[in-house]
């Protein structure tokens, strides 16, 4: 649905819609350090519009990364982007070893967390990442992880990511 106030076209996006826009997107700012995209950019590729336009969403789109809500003004990283981090392991040093972390792993990591850097940013001192060498038994000197999915944290609920600073238990 589309209308004109004061030269600015108003759309109204629906559910086939953001779903195409959806399938566009790699992460959002929560997960994603490089996200610099509104996801709105990304709702004009999808309905081919331009100029001075407002997008207003019936619902939030999940990001596929993390499940956090992405709304309008929410940064992305697209398609594209994804294209470019492709070379990411490239950039790496060579003694890097990077470890791909399944839900079975993250979710016996996850046990051990018990607040994190949101709900006690006093109390939070070390990494996920940290259980994550610990779960693994990977060197911690030289493992980088990529996670399938955000953990959660138990007290807050908020995403915890590799980096994310945790209280463990």
């Not at 076209?9 to 086939?16: D, F, P, R, S």
């Not at 590729?45 to 499940?67: H, W």
Request: net charge negative; proline share 6%; aromatic share 6%.
């Amino acid at each position: 649905m589309k209308h004109q106030i004061r030269g600015i076209e108003l759309i109204a996006v629906g559910e086939a819609s953001l779903l195409k826009a959806q399938e566009q997107i790699t992460g959002c700012q929560a997960c994603t350090g490089s996200a610099s995209r509104p996801f709105q950019s990304v709702l004009a590729q999808v309905l081919k519009s331009g100029g001075a336009t407002e997008y207003f969403i019936c619902s939030p789109v999940e990001c596929p990364r993390c499940a956090s809500p992405i709304l309008e003004t929410t940064l992305v990283t697209g398609q594209e982007e994804r294209r470019s981090a492709e070379t990411w392991p490239l950039e790496l040093p060579e003694s890097t070893d990077v470890v791909f972390i399944d839900d079975l792993t993250l979710l016996e990591a996850q046990r051990f967390v018990s607040g994190c850097e949101h709900c006690a940013p006093e109390s939070a001192e070390i990494t996920f990442d940290y259980l994550l060498d610990v779960v693994t038994g990977c060197d911690p000197t030289i493992t980088e992880y990529v996670l399938c999915h955000a953990a959660k944290c138990p007290r807050c609920r908020h995403n915890v990511m590799e980096k994310t600073l945790i209280i463990p238990e």
